[in-house]
């Protein structure tokens, strides 16, 4: 006897092929430990955190649930149907126990894989980070909280986390500063896919300068890409990073001047002789040079160190802040030639190069809407492993985006695999 069904087989959507995506998936190397708890396949538990980012679980806890409730995850995800799934403590220890180079193996063989395959080009890169917030108490204003921004202490939630500072423009030209106990997810992309090419993640108080070149260097060495232009914000504008870029790499540097290292001191040079803001010729006090090997020529006050105005006048007549409490002002004229004369400030071209610098937020938002600034775990180990799991997920759907002939799908993190990937 024939019996209807309460839904119409033609209303059912047809099921997501998580396993098209996974056969692309590279395998994490290691061997499996004959020791403790029964051992789960480490790309078993990498495609489970891959999917609880593009189902958007905030919790490892909601994960195991979901898991559990839906066994026809099991089969695509190299799990037993009749098994329990993994816990949330299993997947916690995962990211804490395995150290980062583990996934940034896989990382990597999916940038070779979308370059080698023509998605990624590498002639224009960006860089800038994300801040990666801590679950701690500290970072939850409501909370009463002594000496909640010492950056001398340690936090009792997670002891690797550091104090760091994040700048936020809410309207044109009006900055606002928020500090956080946490992380730093510090990446370079490639301007024209938008996908990411490097990334590590740090404490929060690491200075982005350093960490920076060392991302440069580390990606030029590695991967042997065409670069010709690298992008970045005022503050990256330091010597040696521009040195890398237009020497090493032979690009060009589109990174806007940093008004910071600019002199706050008004000066005039008139006929061979430097002129303070009072227009009285400064002291010269000789040749200085740093340990980057730049040599400045140093002008002090003449009131201070010069005999011929020494004692004629009471105060500075310009009304310099310094007059009193440091001798006046100084002034230091370099004389080794600065790597930015190389830089055409100003050209359309530069402009042009550094707007697609924005190309870099792209980025962060689509790794931001897989949680990555909402790490469930403790540590640096485990935030970094997070991190990178992201970058993973990532790189991964652009890799079966292109590979299914979607090449226009390729940054559709969070709706390629429901809307593209079925049956």
Same mark, same amino acid.
């Given at each position: 006897?024939?019996?209807?069904?309460?839904?119409?087989? %033609?209303?059912?959507?047809?099921?997501?092929?998580?396993?098209?995506?996974?056969?692309? *998936?590279?395998?994490?190397?290691? $061997?499996?430990?004959?020791?403790?708890?029964?051992?789960?396949?480490?790309? /078993?538990?990498?495609?489970?955190?891959?999917?609880?980012?593009?189902?958007?679980?905030?919790? =490892?806890?909601?994960?195991?649930?979901?898991? =559990?409730?839906?066994?026809?995850?099991? +089969?695509?995800?190299? *799990?037993?149907? *009749?098994?329990?799934?993994?816990?949330?403590?299993?997947?916690?220890?995962?990211?804490? !126990?395995?150290?980062?180079?583990?996934?940034?193996?896989?990382?990597? !063989?999916?940038?070779?894989?979308?370059?080698?395959?023509?998605?990624? /080009?590498?002639?224009?890169?960006?860089?800038?980070?994300?801040?990666? +917030?801590?679950?701690?108490?500290?970072?939850? *204003?409501?909370?009463?909280?002594?000496?909640?921004?010492?950056?001398?202490?340690?936090? !009792?939630?997670?002891?690797? @986390?550091?104090?760091?500072?994040?700048?936020?423009?809410?309207?044109?030209?009006?900055? %606002?500063?928020?500090?956080?106990?946490?992380?730093?997810?510090?990446?370079?992309?490639?301007?024209?896919?938008? =996908?990411?090419?490097?990334?590590?993640?740090?404490?929060?108080?690491?200075?982005? $300068?350093?960490?920076?070149?060392?991302?440069?260097?580390?990606?030029?060495?590695?991967?042997?890409?065409?670069?010709?232009?690298? @992008?970045?914000?005022?503050?990256?504008?330091?010597?040696?990073?521009?040195?890398?870029?237009? %020497?090493?790499?032979?690009?060009?540097?589109?990174?806007?001047?940093?008004?910071?290292?600019?002199?706050?001191?008004?000066?005039?040079?008139? $006929?061979?002789?430097?002129?303070?803001?009072?227009?009285?010729?400064?002291?010269?006090?000789?040749?200085?040079?740093?340990?980057?090997?730049?040599?400045?020529?140093?002008? !002090?006050?003449?009131?201070?160190?010069?005999?011929?105005?020494?004692?004629?006048?009471?105060?500075?007549?310009?009304?310099?802040?310094?007059?009193?409490?440091?001798?006046?002002?100084?002034?230091?004229?370099?004389?080794?030639?600065?790597?930015? %004369?190389?830089?055409?400030?100003?050209?359309?071209?530069?402009?042009?190069?550094?707007?697609?610098?924005?190309?870099?937020?792209?980025?962060?938002?689509?790794?931001?809407?897989?949680?990555?600034? $909402?790490?469930?775990?403790?540590?640096?180990?485990?935030?970094?492993?997070?991190?990178?799991? @992201?970058?993973?997920?990532?790189?991964?759907?652009?890799?079966?985006?292109?590979?299914?002939?979607?090449?226009?799908?390729?940054?559709?993190?969070? /709706?390629?695999?429901?809307?593209?990937?079925?049956?």
């Amino acid at each position: 006897m024939y019996q209807q069904c309460l839904i119409p087989p %033609e209303s059912i959507p047809p099921r997501v092929k998580h396993d098209k995506l996974f056969e692309n *998936l590279p395998e994490i190397p290691g $061997k499996r430990s004959q020791h403790g708890r029964p051992p789960i396949s480490k790309d /078993s538990l990498l495609k489970g955190l891959i999917y609880r980012n593009l189902r958007g679980i905030d919790k =490892l806890v909601e994960l195991e649930f979901e898991l =559990l409730n839906n066994p026809s995850m099991a +089969e695509p995800l190299g *799990l037993d149907p *009749l098994k329990k799934p993994p816990s949330d403590e299993r997947f916690s220890e995962f990211l804490r !126990s395995n150290p980062n180079g583990y996934f940034q193996i896989v990382r990597k !063989s999916l940038i070779e894989e979308l370059i080698n395959e023509d998605v990624i /080009s590498g002639t224009g890169i960006g860089f800038d980070s994300c801040p990666i +917030e801590a679950t701690v108490k500290e970072n939850n *204003l409501k909370a009463s909280i002594k000496d909640r921004y010492d950056k001398n202490r340690l936090v !009792s939630g997670d002891k690797d @986390a550091r104090l760091g500072v994040s700048i936020h423009f809410p309207t044109p030209f009006k900055k %606002e500063i928020h500090y956080f106990w946490g992380y730093r997810n510090h990446i370079i992309n490639d301007l024209k896919s938008g =996908l990411p090419l490097w990334e590590i993640t740090l404490q929060a108080n690491k200075s982005e $300068k350093p960490v920076g070149l060392s991302m440069l260097k580390e990606l030029h060495q590695h991967f042997l890409l065409p670069i010709e232009v690298v @992008a970045g914000d005022a503050s990256y504008d330091v010597e040696d990073i521009l040195k890398y870029i237009i %020497e090493q790499m032979k690009a060009e540097a589109m990174i806007p001047r940093n008004p910071g290292n600019t002199q706050n001191t008004p000066y005039t040079v008139k $006929k061979e002789k430097v002129y303070c803001q009072a227009d009285l010729p400064m002291y010269r006090k000789g040749k200085m040079t740093n340990n980057k090997g730049v040599t400045y020529c140093k002008y !002090s006050c003449p009131l201070h160190w010069s005999k011929e105005f020494r004692g004629s006048y009471l105060l500075c007549p310009a009304g310099h802040p310094k007059f009193l409490t440091q001798k006046g002002c100084n002034v230091l004229i370099r004389l080794t030639p600065s790597v930015r %004369e190389k830089i055409n400030y100003g050209t359309k071209r530069f402009k042009d190069v550094y707007n697609q610098r924005t190309s870099v937020e792209r980025v962060f938002s689509r790794l931001l809407s897989i949680s990555m600034q $909402k790490p469930t775990v403790k540590g640096l180990r485990a935030v970094r492993n997070h991190c990178t799991i @992201a970058h993973i997920t990532v790189l991964l759907v652009a890799l079966t985006a292109h590979r299914m002939g979607c090449e226009d799908k390729i940054r559709f993190v969070k /709706s390629f695999v429901p809307n593209f990937l079925t049956s």
